[in-house]
């Protein structure tokens, strides 16, 4: 139903209210701001020589040293969220874990170099995000950051070295890029249209279409079969839970379909030839492409047997981070099999054993609750309408995220816990609330027609 409510020139948006919260590590947010968007987009792999500057790590050390400066100065205070717990009692099970790692050299430097970096920045994320405006413009930052890396695939697509057989791999090194393009777009899609109808703005609304549409049709470019069953997933629950209460949420909606449907009838055939593999014997075709999609369903088959093996194998510790592509093709003795497990909580099982898992597991339960006890606090609550939207969008990224770690395995990578570090600050932001109101009375102009769920 909407929320119809008059203008009124006294009313403020929430992030503009009267709030101690507002200039909280104001500096480390910013320089957050800017890791953010350079680890997401990584313009360096378009202008390589950007990458001499090592920006990501000076953004990074610049956030986390102005935090503490922060703090030392008493102009910031530590928050221990639940979500922050769980996961250095994670960072606490993988540094023990290394002693019994198959190869423990190996599994050290992905501790140090992959898992320490994503627990920095989502320590940060916990501590910054403390007022509806910051998880804003964090958002923004991931929305920029994937309209670089999708557009700038799509314009250089005819080179070669974007390119794995008929299909677009990328610019981008990172989640915007290749196989984790599904998952990203999947979590990010929700946001995307919670943005679109929590404000008005015909800038903001060109650039987030821009956004879905680059990203739609570079998703059918790189005929990822996971990809796009995540993507479909995600819009019809970004639907139900955030689009279908409110007249532009049904007409964003209907945008939507209409991208989803022209990038399916634009779609190259080798788009098509992997997805029939889903529900078609592809053995029987004689075309490459769908032989080759078939390979790779065998292929991925066999990772997960094997990583099953390896967790009953190795229930407390398993094989060690980052070790299961080196003692499964060490064993097998055989090229292919040198990949990882392609399911992030297989992955999780097999290299850290049975309680790592439940930790990560308890981690998004963890989430899934805090955000939906924010949607359901704020359901009837037009001044903080905005709030409501963002936790809602928060439920269907962590339910697209899970569905897409099936396909993928991302479990020490930035993106759940840039969503994790959203949940918490949600979290905080309604924990908080005790002591000092939300917002003022009244209703920012821009928030005229948010829909409100029973």
Same mark, same amino acid.
């Given at each position: 139903?909407?929320? $119809? ?7 403020? +948006?929430?992030?503009? /209210?009267?709030? +101690?919260?507002?200039? *909280? ?22 202008? +390589? ?41 994670? /960072? ?16 050290? /430097? ?30 923004? #930052? ?17 080179? *070669?070295?974007? %390119? ?21 777009? &999947?979590?990010?899609? +929700? @946001? ?8 008005? &703005? ?16 570079? $998703? ?71 032989? &080759?999609?078939?390979? &790779? ?8 047997? %094997?990583?099953?093996?390896? /967790? ?12 299961? !592509? ?34 990560? $597991? ?19 609550? !037009? ?28 479990? @020490? *990578? ?9 949940? #918490? ?9 005790? *002591?000092?109101?939300?917002? %003022?009375?009244?209703? !920012? %102009? ?6 409100? @769920?029973?």
């Amino acid at each position: 139903m909407d929320l $119809l409510i008059a203008n009124s020139p006294a009313v403020k +948006p929430l992030d503009q /209210t009267v709030s +101690p919260r507002r200039d *909280e590590a104001k500096l480390a947010f910013a320089f957050l701001w800017l890791f953010t968007f350079w680890v997401f987009g990584r313009p360096e792999d378009i202008f +390589p020589a950007v990458a001499l500057l090592r920006p990501t790590f000076v953004f990074g050390a610049c956030a986390g040293l102005a935090y503490f400066g922060a703090v030392l100065m008493g102009r910031a205070r530590l928050r221990w969220s639940h979500e922050l717990i769980l996961v250095l009692l994670l /960072t606490a099970w993988f540094t023990l874990g290394i002693p019994f790692a198959f190869w423990r050299t190996g599994s050290l /430097t992905v501790l140090t170099d992959v898992w320490f970096k994503t627990v920095v920045s989502f320590f940060l994320l916990t501590q910054t995000l403390t007022t509806v405006g910051r998880v804003r413009k964090l958002l923004w #930052a991931i929305i920029c950051s994937e309209l670089l890396a999708t557009s700038a695939s799509i314009v250089l697509q005819g080179n *070669e070295a974007l %390119r794995i057989g008929d299909r677009l791999a990328g610019v981008s090194q990172g989640m915007f890029g290749w196989n984790f393009l599904g998952v990203a777009f &999947s979590v990010t899609l +929700p @946001y995307v249209a919670a943005l679109y109808v929590s404000r008005r &703005s015909l800038p903001r609304t060109s650039l987030l279409m821009a956004v879905v549409g680059s990203t739609m049709w570079m $998703l059918v470019l790189t005929a990822s079969r996971g990809g796009f069953l995540n993507v479909v997933f995600s819009i019809i629950l970004t639907w139900w839970f955030v689009l279908r209460g409110s007249a532009r949420g049904r007409i964003v909606g209907v945008i939507i379909a209409v991208c989803l449907v022209v990038a399916l009838a634009k779609a190259p055939d080798v788009f098509w030839f992997r997805l029939q593999t889903i529900w078609g014997d592809a053995h029987a075709s004689a075309n490459q492409d769908a032989e &080759s999609a078939a390979e &790779s369903t065998e292929g991925r088959k066999t990772v997960i047997r %094997r990583a099953i093996i390896y /967790t009953v194998r190795y229930p407390i510790f398993g094989v060690g981070i980052g070790c299961f !592509p080196i003692i499964n093709g060490t064993e097998l003795h055989d090229a292919n099999a040198w990949y990882g497990t392609h399911n992030t909580f297989m992955q999780i099982a097999a290299e850290a054993g049975i309680p790592a898992l439940v930790l990560f $597991l308890l981690l998004m339960l963890t989430m899934f609750r805090h955000a939906r006890n924010v949607a359901n606090k704020f359901v009837d609550d !037009p001044l903080n309408a905005e709030l409501h939207l963002l936790a809602r969008s928060t439920l269907v990224s962590v339910a697209a995220f899970a569905f897409g770690g099936l396909f993928v395995h991302i479990a @020490y *990578e930035y993106f759940l816990y840039y969503l994790a570090g959203i949940s #918490a600050g949600l979290w905080t932001i309604v924990r908080e609330e005790t *002591e000092e109101p939300l917002c %003022r009375p009244g209703l !920012p %102009r821009s928030i005229a027609a948010i829909p409100s @769920y029973r």
